[in-house]
């Protein structure tokens, strides 16, 4: 019914940056919060970034001051602006999206994520 694609991962030398980039199709009426989590090998997948409809946002410690959600409600789509990278960064980036569909019904819907790796 609803998908979420991402894009923008890579393979980036600390200090860089990179834009990832999450779109939702479907029978979508409404999209709510939307966000990015990241897992790393080993590693339980975290929140890094949440922004509202209303454009609401916060974000994990870690990611304070380097990295800033955005969205284009326009365009169903989620970004996520990565600057000043570390190596523990690396790891996979999910999207994630509370979308009430054309049925009305409420799904929690994720990506199938995108890779970041830093390089140091």
């Known amino acids: 019914q609803v998908q979420l694609v991402e894009s923008g991962g890579g393979l980036v030398q600390a200090g860089g940056s990179l834009r990832l980039s999450c779109v939702a199709s479907g029978s979508i009426f409404r999209i709510n919060a939307m966000g990015w989590y990241c897992q790393a090998p080993g590693k339980q997948r975290e929140l890094v970034a949440l922004i509202t409809s209303g454009g609401g946002s916060n974000y994990a410690d870690s990611v304070k001051g380097r990295f800033t959600i955005s969205r284009d409600n326009a365009k169903n789509t989620v970004y996520l602006q990565m600057n000043s990278l570390e190596s523990e960064d690396t790891a996979v980036y999910y999207c994630?999206?509370?979308?009430?569909?054309?049925?009305?019904?409420?799904?929690?819907?994720w990506g199938k994520g995108t890779q970041v790796t830093v390089s140091s």
């Open positions: 994630n999206a509370d979308i009430t569909t054309t049925a009305r019904v409420s799904l929690r819907t």
